[in-house]
């Protein structure tokens, strides 16, 4: 398994465990946020996009077969969060 599917699967198990707390899907707007205690929502921050530190861009996207140019996407229905990892042609 490679670094960045480990992240994916490590957020997606962050969020599907934020979302059961708070009673419903985490927004793509929330998942740096901090719920009514002050809290983060996430216990594990969104990971930076590897050739520039402290910086990474997430777009809301249910659609697995679409590419983008994002460093993330985010599915809030499913919970689901991926690496855009862009298809070389062979």
Sequence with gaps: MSKLQQ?????????????VELGRPIETHELEGRNATGHPFLTV???????VDGVSTVIESCDPKVQHKSDWSYCPSSG??????PQHDQ
């Design 7 to 19: 992240l994916s699967e490590e957020m997606t198990s962050a969020i599907k465990r934020a979302s």
């Design 80 to 85: 689901q969060f991926k690496a855009n990892i």
């Design 45 to 51: 921050p969104i990971p930076d996009n590897p050739l």
